[in-house]
């Protein structure tokens, strides 16, 4: 019998592995409080994501008989982080005792860092951490597995967190509380382009050369001035001037 099976159920060391996650557009946050797979189906509900700014929605209720019944559903995705929560969760499967009972769940992620949370969270008659380590296994061999914290990291640095992740023989999946970040700004880069001083020119003005004439002035000047190439006193030259005779 199931019941008797969760009975025996064993806590497993934290093991990785993939998860259900919704396809959104690059640095777009989002977050949805169940999702279910199988035999029965249940789309992301409620679920939003941050690709138009920040959003949120809600629900009083969802009953899927023979699967789930959970109470307050929400989901918030904007300025970098994404939330999700449920309260008052039973998913019985159709048995008599309920697979999995919680007075509250609820996952966060805040750009690479997420984390989940449970409330009086029992598996069969395990009784949860409040905080699971992360991808922490309750497996019940041959009938199904739950993973708690269920944390996937893609090689673009996008996060999924769900808080938890079960999978039932192959026939049936179903997430509680999942969200999905992608990875914040790194503060170790320097977006800054470094500035090289210019180098300074430096330019010479030279003044201008200033050529002197000489000159002897009045009418001896000129080239009858100076001495030939022997040394010689120049020859006079005559000028022609008008005296004045007085009487």
């Given at each position: 019998?199931?019941?008797t099976?969760l009975?025996t159920?064993v806590?497993?060391?934290?093991?990785?592995g993939?998860?259900?996650?919704?396809t959104t557009?690059?640095g777009?946050n989002?977050a949805?409080a169940i999702?279910?797979?199988g035999?029965l189906?249940?789309?992301?509900?409620p679920?939003?994501?941050d690709?138009?700014?920040f959003?949120q929605?809600?629900?009083?209720?969802?009953?899927v008989?023979?699967?789930?019944q959970?109470?307050?559903l929400?989901?918030s995705?904007g300025?970098g982080q994404?939330r999700a929560?449920?309260?008052d969760?039973?998913v019985?499967?159709?048995?008599?005792?309920?697979?999995?009972a919680?007075?509250?769940?609820?996952?966060?992620c805040?750009g690479?860092?997420?984390?989940?949370?449970?409330?009086?969270?029992k598996?069969?008659?395990?009784?949860?951490?409040v905080?699971a380590?992360t991808?922490?296994?309750?497996a019940v061999?041959?009938?199904?597995?739950?993973v708690l914290n269920?944390?996937v990291?893609?090689?673009?640095?996008?996060?999924t967190?769900?808080?938890i992740?079960i999978?039932i023989d192959?026939?049936?999946?179903?997430d509680?509380?999942?969200v999905?970040?992608?990875p914040?700004?790194d503060?170790?880069?320097d977006?800054?382009t470094?500035?090289?001083?210019?180098t300074a020119?430096?330019t010479?003005?030279?003044?201008?050369?200033?050529t002197?004439s000489?000159s002897g002035g009045?009418?001896g000047s000129g080239?009858?001035?100076?001495?030939d190439?022997?040394?010689k006193?120049p020859?006079p030259?005559?000028?022609?001037?008008h005296l004045?005779?007085t009487?």
């Amino acid at each position: 019998m199931l019941a008797t099976a969760l009975a025996t159920s064993v806590l497993l060391a934290p093991t990785a592995g993939a998860t259900t996650t919704t396809t959104t557009s690059d640095g777009v946050n989002s977050a949805y409080a169940i999702a279910a797979k199988g035999l029965l189906g249940i789309d992301p509900s409620p679920y939003v994501t941050d690709e138009e700014g920040f959003s949120q929605e809600s629900l009083a209720k969802l009953n899927v008989p023979g699967l789930a019944q959970l109470h307050l559903l929400n989901a918030s995705a904007g300025a970098g982080q994404a939330r999700a929560s449920v309260a008052d969760v039973n998913v019985g499967l159709g048995v008599g005792k309920p697979l999995l009972a919680a007075s509250a769940i609820e996952t966060e992620c805040d750009g690479s860092e997420g984390s989940s949370s449970l409330a009086k969270a029992k598996i069969g008659d395990i009784t949860l951490d409040v905080k699971a380590p992360t991808n922490t296994t309750v497996a019940v061999p041959g009938l199904l597995s739950v993973v708690l914290n269920k944390q996937v990291k893609k090689d673009d640095g996008t996060l999924t967190v769900t808080a938890i992740s079960i999978k039932i023989d192959h026939l049936q999946t179903l997430d509680i509380a999942s969200v999905t970040c992608a990875p914040g700004e790194d503060d170790g880069d320097d977006d800054t382009t470094p500035t090289t001083e210019p180098t300074a020119t430096s330019t010479k003005s030279s003044a201008p050369s200033t050529t002197k004439s000489s000159s002897g002035g009045g009418a001896g000047s000129g080239a009858g001035d100076k001495a030939d190439a022997n040394g010689k006193a120049p020859r006079p030259t005559p000028v022609k001037a008008h005296l004045d005779v007085t009487h």
